[in-house]
């Protein structure tokens, strides 16, 4: 009677998905979306912040001062909240306004601009939020909040808080580098010449700590168990990739310069084409120009505007959007910026159907592995049917959710992948499905007949 119940639910089941697939769409798993106002200018980008959340840019002054043939511009800054905004900051070819850092939780960046004060040419320190303007002063970094700023004044490296002002390191110092929370600081002690610097790390906790090796870090990590650095290398020629953690000090990483740094720096990518990460060392990614890294390294974007992620290769964002069945043929210059964390969400500017400049964001629902891949195949197919059906009221292969057990649940999970990723069963499909899940029930009943009769 309990094999009768089992077997009329599961039928059941199945009858209720083959009569039910006509009337379900294919999710196309990306959506694309626009992201604050338009601007009716001419934009170009001076810096992105680590995920693209915020862009600072440059659009044609107006009033042409002080010569068009300087190419005078005013700087906007773009956030996802805000759109374009205007920052009141202003330069040239000549006098350029030069972005240090950018914060990537909060529309603010540190930088340098320059000017003739009617005697002498003034190169003067910023942080663009409330207007800050840091006397004597080359701010090198920001905080992700933007509220906390490193650099190096007439007196040394400081650390300058906007809640309660700033901290001096001391004479013949430089801070290079701050944590996302602006807790920990890094930095240099002497030039950046031969013999070269000595590194060090600071937090509020603690005095300026020396680090072995020579280089100038550009990454400090939250908790203090990372720096990340470079130096350039006389004799060879070229910039040294370096790693310090408490455990093992100072490592090489490899040559070229350090172009992004994820996972709390267990992840780093150079201009080489080179990706490091912690558990799979040193690897070369086919010739790609990648200037962001997501997900430990297995997504990112190229140069030339390509969404690559290690399974598919590198594709362009347009020819995403459109395998989906996302119209955008009326928009131009798709230009993508940054990438989250997990490689899920893509952001980027272009040129929006009225001919306006537009943010917009591209969320990809499907980029991590699809539930119901039992054996990591890629595919959701009879294999991975055959896994659970194999091992279903017990433990092993078949696990798709990986809660300890082979159950309806994991049944539900190659049931609604079936087919491919986020694809819904053709009804010969389905069929085949209703099945294997039928046999599935007659499978364990086999089991434990045979295992009654044993006894």
Known sequence: MQLTKKLWLLSSIAVLIVLNAASQSVSSGVTFTTVGAPLAADFRVIKASDSGHVVV???????????????????????EQL?????????????PVVVNGIADDHAAFVGSRSYYDGFDDVIEGFRWSDGTILESSIPSAISADGNVVVGTGVQGGFRWEAASGGIGFGQHTSATAVSSDGRVVAG????????????????????????????VPTFVSSDESVVI?????????????????????????????????????ATVLTDAGLLWT????????????LQRIASGGKTGLTFSGELWTEANGAKAVVSILQEHGIDITSWQSLSPQGISDDGNVVL????????????WRM?????????GDTNADGQINLEDLNNVRNNF????????????????????????????????????SLLILAVGAVGLVMRRYQLKRESQQSM
Not at 399 to 418: K, P, W, Y
């Open 278 to 289: 912690l558990d799979r060392g040193l690897a070369e990614l086919q010739a790609l120009e």
């Open 393 to 428: 009221g017990g433990v092993g292969l078949g696990d798709a959710n990986h809660d300890g057990s082979v159950d309806l649940e994991d049944l539900n999970a190659v049931r609604n992948n079936f087919g491919g990723s986020n694809a819904v069963p053709e009804p010969r």
């Open 363 to 371: 969320t990809i629902e499907d980029s991590n592995p699809t539930p």
């Open 348 to 359: 980027g500017i272009g040129t929006n159907p009225d001919g306006l400049l537009q943010g």
């Open 188 to 215: 240099i002690l002497g030039d950046t010449i031969p013999p070269f610097p000595i590194p060090w790390i600071w937090s509020a906790q603690g005095e300026v700590q020396p680090l072995d090796g020579r280089f």
């Open 229 to 265: 650095g470079e130096r350039f290398d006389e004799d060879l020629g070229l910039p040294v990739v370096y790693r310090w953690t408490p455990v093992s000090g100072t490592e090489e990483i490899n040559y070229f310069r350090c172009i992004d740094i994820e996972d709390a720096g």
């Open 57 to 79: 840019g440059r659009v044609p002054a107006v009033d042409g001062s002080p010569s068009d043939e300087d190419h005078p511009y005013e700087v906007y800054v773009w956030d």
């Open 83 to 95: 759109g374009f905004t205007p920052t009141g900051l202003q330069g040239d070819d000549f006098y």
